[in-house]
């Protein structure tokens, strides 16, 4: 099969059977799907409002499935973004709580690298249980997304949240803080945006961690032994490459991407550490990782589609009467297609594109 | 590459067009959902009877999770929805933040204050009616030990524990009341399983008569009591039917009232603090078939008593939020 279909045909195939079963299940629940489609695209891409959106959303996919993507590389499932994320978000919290920056661009760096180690640490443990002890990191980042979620509970109604407040959330962050809209940044160049919309420069910081996660993956001798390793345990042993060494190394990139995700939603949106700041995003990386085939400019696209469907289900909740718990059932079926049921349409076009060859033979 | 330009136009207009239409107003509930026969609820029958009243139409949207509270508002504020209802003190610190974004727009927040020029702050005095129906328990229980199961353990949940056992202690000074709260997060107003349990744990500890503060979760404690066989009190909507004979009364929080006043006043929606007590009918508790038998003509003369008291402000019932502590409760 050539690379093109592999890459392009495959998960464009899974995305229509998806979107077909979605269309046959609002038609049963007596919606329109035609109409329901149509609304989940002006939502998000009709406007520069709803692209907004769309490319919050899509921010949040890039980082967490660049984070699955490495981890994945490498052999190791990191199913732990969500922990690794809510983690990060506290480090940005922390950071922009209790650290009197003079300028956004000082606290950005502090909190990209706050959020970085959070996420990372986080991930140490799985990795270092992984790496020293065999106990699976599926099993154990898992787990630790409980734990995370249960100590961002316990640190928002006990010691973060101000004085006099009910709701369990942190103090708003200063009004320095705030960082740059994506329509300020457009600004400069000319183009009109909407800015009542939570896109910001956490994006072009996103586009970045693409091109740095495929210098690394591909152009340098980390990303080689990381990738080897993952192609083959034993061989890059032979190889003279440390399993203790990569396995703590992919874990711990995995984990701080994860983690960066944070300041998009902490700081970008909220700019204040609210409860479920993540919203799935951790998982949601999964899909973008399997469905961009664990390449920065897949998870790229793959990302921009999560965050249509996030947008456009969102848009979809607002103006329609298709229950919100459809929605999930939509994003869910994509994810099952392009994910779990890969190889129900992946074999069919080999055999297609198997005969194809036979007959100009 | 005309193409796209049309189909940009098209969409543009059609995003718009929906915008103009939008005129009406705009309830969003809180999380523990539309349905939660109690809180929510309440504020969804106030929009179904205006809407019924007047023939009108209203969005509704009821939130995923915390994250999504901002982009509800700004979404449904820009889409022209006016006025725009939520329910929940949790909307409180989103709501100052976007209420200045649309200066046009008016919006109503139930059990929180929000001062802005065009926010509607509209909060009840929660322990006037807990405390009525705290008598009633009192009245009603044979061990002298009374249960509270309150939601999320906020401020606001305590002044419902607060003013009840305050009602309580009014009738009966030796009395016990055990209060429990479900959890520290907004995921304790819709956990009826563990609202069971913590009603089991009461009864076991001598418990014949449970209030549920709780929002969803009060389902799972009145239940748990109508198959203990012991008494309940519901909260926020009339929840008497929900185990006829076995639920004592309801505490009303009249937020149908809330939400049905502020959809009819429309745009002309006043911004400011509106204190819906006793007095003025804001809270009260249910008497209807259902319970009939439970409450005796004594029982109801006596609290109708204090209620009158209360109401000319003879009879002062304290208030937790006020001070941040209790007489009658420690908690």
């Known amino acids: 099969m050539p690379k093109w279909a592999d890459a392009v045909l495959v998960p464009l195939i899974s995305l229509l059977i998806a979107f077909v079963i979605s269309g046959l299940v609002i038609l049963a629940i007596g919606e329109d799907p035609v109409a329901a489609m149509k609304l989940m695209v002006t939502g998000a891409l009709g406007s520069t409002y709803g692209w907004g959106y769309t490319l919050y959303y899509a921010t949040n996919f890039i980082f967490t499935g660049l984070a699955v993507s490495i981890a994945f590389q490498a052999g190791l499932f990191n199913i732990g973004g969500e922990g690794q994320a809510s983690l990060g978000g506290l480090g940005v919290a922390l950071a922009c709580l209790y650290i009197p920056w003079p300028h956004w661009s000082l606290a950005l760096a502090g909190a990209l690298i706050a959020a970085g180690v959070f996420g990372a640490a986080w991930a140490a443990i799985p990795a270092y249980l992984q790496a020293k002890r065999g106990s699976h990191v599926v099993i154990t980042t898992i787990m630790f997304n409980f734990i995370a979620s249960a100590l961002l509970v316990y640190l928002l109604v006990n010691v973060l949240r101000p004085a006099g407040s009910m709701d369990s959330a942190s103090a708003r962050f200063g009004e320095a803080l705030q960082l740059p809209s994506l329509s300020d940044i457009l600004a400069l160049v000319g183009i009109p945006f909407n800015n009542r919309n939570p896109a910001n420069i956490s994006l072009i910081i996103g586009l970045f961690a693409c091109f740095g996660v495929w210098v690394m993956m591909w152009r340098t001798r980390l990303g080689y032994q990381l990738r080897a390793f993952g192609k083959s345990e034993k061989a890059s042993v032979y190889a003279g490459i440390n399993p203790v060494r990569i396995t703590m190394y992919a874990m711990l990139i995995s984990g701080g991407l994860s983690g960066m995700m944070a300041v998009n939603t902490v700081m970008g949106e909220a700019q204040r550490l609210i409860l479920n700041s993540v919203e799935g995003a951790g998982f949601i990386g999964i899909a973008v990782a399997l469905m961009g085939r664990s390449h920065p400019f897949g998870v790229l696209l793959a990302a921009l589609l999560f965050g249509f469907l996030y947008q456009g289900g969102a848009e979809l909740a607002l103006w329609t009467k298709i229950p919100r718990e459809l929605i999930v059932v939509i994003q869910a079926l994509v994810i099952l297609f392009t994910g779990a049921l890969d190889n129900m349409v992946r074999r069919p076009v080999e055999a297609v594109f198997i005969m194809a060859r036979k007959g100009k033979a | ?331």
């Open chain 2, 1 to 331: 590459m005309t193409l796209m330009k049309h189909l940009a136009a098209a969409t543009a207009t059609l995003a718009l067009s929906a915008g103009m239409v939008a005129a009406d107003p705009a309830l969003i509930f809180d999380l523990g959902g539309k349905f939660d026969k109690s809180f929510n609820e309440a504020a969804y029958e106030g929009a179904q009877r205006w809407a019924t009243e007047t023939g009108g139409t209203y969005k509704e949207l009821e939130m995923q999770s915390e994250a999504q509270r901002e982009q509800a508002l700004r979404r449904l504020a820009e889409a022209g929805s006016n006025p725009i209802v939520m329910t929940g003190f949790a909307f409180g610190d989103t709501l100052a933040q976007v209420a200045p974004d649309f200066p046009d727009t008016k919006f109503a927040i139930i059990d929180m204050v929000v001062d802005q020029p065009n926010v509607k702050s509209v909060v009840f005095t929660e322990e006037q009616g807990s405390y009525l129906v705290g008598m009633m328990a009192a009245m009603a229980s044979k061990t002298g030990t009374v249960g509270f199961v309150g939601g999320m353990d906020i401020p606001l949940i305590r002044k419902f524990a607060c003013g009840y056992a305050q009602g309580v202690k009014a009738v009966n000074p030796d009395a016990t009341v055990i209060a429990n709260m479900t959890g520290t997060t907004p995921a304790a107003w819709n956990d009826p399983v563990k609202g069971g349990e913590l009603a089991k744990a009461q009864k076991a500890q001598g418990a014949d008569v449970i209030y549920a503060a709780a929002g969803g979760t009060g389902i799972g404690v009145l239940q748990a009591a109508a198959d203990e066989g012991i008494l309940s009190i519901g909260v926020d909507s009339n929840q008497n039917y929900l185990h006829p004979g076995k639920v004592l009364t309801s505490m009303l929080k009249r937020v149908d009232n809330a939400v049905y006043d502020a959809f009819k006043a429309g745009t002309a929606l006043e911004a400011g603090i509106s204190v819906m007590d006793l007095a003025a009918g804001g809270v009260g508790y249910a008497m209807d078939e259902n319970n009939a038998a439970l409450v005796s003509d004594a029982m109801k003369g006596q609290i109708d008593k204090a209620a009158k008291l209360i109401g000319n402000g003879t009879l002062r019932v304290h208030d937790y939020m006020s001070d941040e502590s209790c007489p009658a409760l420690s908690f």
